[in-house]
């Protein structure tokens, strides 16, 4: 949701307790300020595979001719992520052939890991070292997984609290819950003297965590898992000094906004990325402190100027950096926990932006799948927000017909028009390594009762309606359950409560979809839109109006 304000940290007091490619082959540069991306044409070697075999990483190689060579070897090169070309350490050489198979060890937990490097060809050529295939990462980091927990998927109601209420979060049915993490709040020293630094060391460094700052989210995750909740996380970067490392070198201008584009730029931020991952992986991997089921790495990252932030609008340079610190969090986590599932997140302005300084989320989703797919596809996941557009708009079944429609052209994707996203999420390129869709979240939605109880009870309920009956969506979050007074100034009035605490109609809505007395809510809805609200679900019936009020 487009807000520019940080999202409270409502548990602490009840709780606590592309840069790519130098090549053999044509390429090109694209400049953009401080920042400039090179895509390479075809290169001959092509990385068919990259992957964990014991204590060994194993990398297939194939070749469409040979490219020739001073000493007829090809070199394995590893990279970090914020380094491009022949210029990390061969880890691996072998005969130059048609196929070919590299073997290395993977060196997990030393400061020679290759967990969450990526992987390049070259040869040797005229005296120098000339890459002649694209990078690729890891793609199994499960296969080394020791802490890996059952999931706890049991239901696709959630909802993004503003409060420790577990009797109405019951009383509603809620089975997920999704919380946000601030990067910087938890590094550095303890900020409570009484509360000793607690120290993580990974791949030979030791690092500082603040201990006090930590206590709000062992207690949110705690109390999520003793109240069968399943959590989603997403982690955001926000300023401050201890964390200063993790932010990106183009996003250190005075811009302010909540999240920030993560430091995949230079070693140190790297590295502290790489252990922070690993860290919350193994904190929130079963034990004292429950689980974490999903993980957002990011929020919106198409809203640059507001999520993502980085001072460059070349959307090749935002993705590639956005993808490699994608990238650490994937790799760095399904290598402690199996079944941990990393998602992506995109806001619903799919081919309009309200922000000029935004990218359209489906141009970002395309890019950002080139990518994962050109460097090894792995099994990530989708988080979208489809909020009505404009946001205070109270009509969930009939959207302006100058904001959404039934094409792939659509401005926005709404709850009207879900399935043009998942159907183009059935695409092949789009698909995971497995051939199955990917799975999708709606991580964040809402309506405002500002315009009438009604309408946001009947729109909540044909919303819920569509998620239900879409086979590839496995999560409906509503965005809070008491209203916002600030929000409420932009007639945003999403809370299933008033502010004084009072229930609204939309609360026995919420309450009884997915259950036995669903019809009962379901037939009320009917009435409000006047059209039987299953019909309209299950015959994609397209309603559309053409201004602000309904019978436009």
Not at 144 to 149: E, S
Not at 178 to 195: E, F, K, R, T
Not at 400 to 407: G, I, P
Not at 452 to 469: F, H, R
């Amino acid at each position: 949701m487009k807000r520019n304000i940080r999202l409270k940290k409502i548990f602490m007091a009840a709780l606590t307790a592309v840069t790519v490619l130098t090549a053999t082959g044509s390429y090109s540069i694209v400049n953009h300020g401080a920042g400039e991306v090179a895509e390479a044409a075809g290169r001959v070697v092509k990385i068919n595979s990259c992957t964990i075999s014991g204590d060994n990483v194993v990398v297939n190689v194939s070749a469409s001719s040979l490219p020739s060579s001073d000493d007829g070897k090809y070199y394995l090169y590893a990279d970090e992520v914020y380094q491009d070309g022949t210029v990390g350490k061969v880890v691996a050489t072998t005969e130059r052939a048609s196929n070919a198979t590299f073997t290395f060890p993977l060196n997990h937990y030393t400061a020679e890991s290759n967990l969450s490097k990526k992987f390049l060809v070259a040869v040797k050529s005229g005296g120098s070292m000339v890459q002649v295939s694209d990078e690729h990462y890891i793609t199994n980091p499960e296969a080394i997984a020791t802490k890996t927990v059952a999931r706890n998927d049991h239901g696709m109601k959630g909802i993004l609290p503003n409060t420790a209420d577990a009797a109405t979060f019951k009383d509603l049915g809620i089975s997920q819950m999704v919380y946000n993490l601030y990067m910087g709040d938890i590094v550095g020293p303890s900020s409570d003297p009484a509360q000793p630094t607690t120290e993580f060391t990974y791949n030979g460094v030791t690092y500082q965590f603040n201990t006090a700052a930590l206590a709000q989210y062992d207690g949110f995750v705690r109390w999520c898992s003793l109240n069968n909740f399943q959590l989603t996380m997403t982690v955001l970067n926000n300023k401050t000094a201890a964390g200063a490392d993790l932010i990106h070198p183009l996003s250190r201008d005075a811009h302010v906004c909540p999240g920030y584009a993560m430091n995949t730029d230079e070693d140190a931020g790297t590295q502290h990325i790489k252990a922070i991952a690993a860290f919350l992986a193994q904190r929130y991997s079963g034990g004292a402190y429950g689980t974490v089921d999903n993980w957002v790495v990011g929020n919106e990252v198409n809203a640059r100027t507001e999520w993502y932030y980085m001072n460059s609008t070349n959307i090749e340079l935002n993705v590639s950096e956005y993808v490699k610190a994608f990238r650490i969090f994937y790799n760095e986590i399904k290598a402690v926990n199996a079944n941990a599932r990393i998602y992506t997140s995109f806001d619903q302005e799919w081919n309009r932006k309200s922000n000029p300084g935004c990218f359209l989320s489906k141009e970002y989703l395309d890019r950002f799948n080139y990518y994962m797919n050109r460097e090894g596809n792995v099994d990530w996941s989708l988080s979208v927000h489809p909020y009505n557009a404009p946001l205070f708009d109270p009509y969930a079944w009939k959207q302006q017909s100058q904001y959404v429609n039934t094409t792939l052209a659509t401005p926005y994707i709404t709850m009207e028009n879900i399935y043009i996203l998942t159907d183009y999420m059935c695409r092949a390129e789009m698909l995971g390594p497995n051939g199955n869709v990917r799975n999708i979240a709606l991580s964040e939605i809402g309506y405002t009762s500002s315009f009438g109880e009604d309408a946001q009870a009947a729109s909540i309920t044909y919303a819920y309606t569509m998620a239900e009956n879409n086979p590839y969506i496995t999560s409906f979050i509503l965005f809070r359950e008491t209203d916002d007074a600030h929000e409420m100034e932009s007639h945003i009035a999403q809370g299933l409560k008033n502010l004084d605490g009072s229930k609204k109609m939309s609360y026995d809505f919420y309450k009884y979809l997915g259950t036995a007395q669903a019809a009962t809510y379901k037939a009320k809805a009917s009435e409000i839109i006047g059209q039987d609200v299953n019909a309209l679900v299950t015959n994609r019936t397209f309603l559309s109006r053409g201004g602000w009020f309904l019978n436009d």
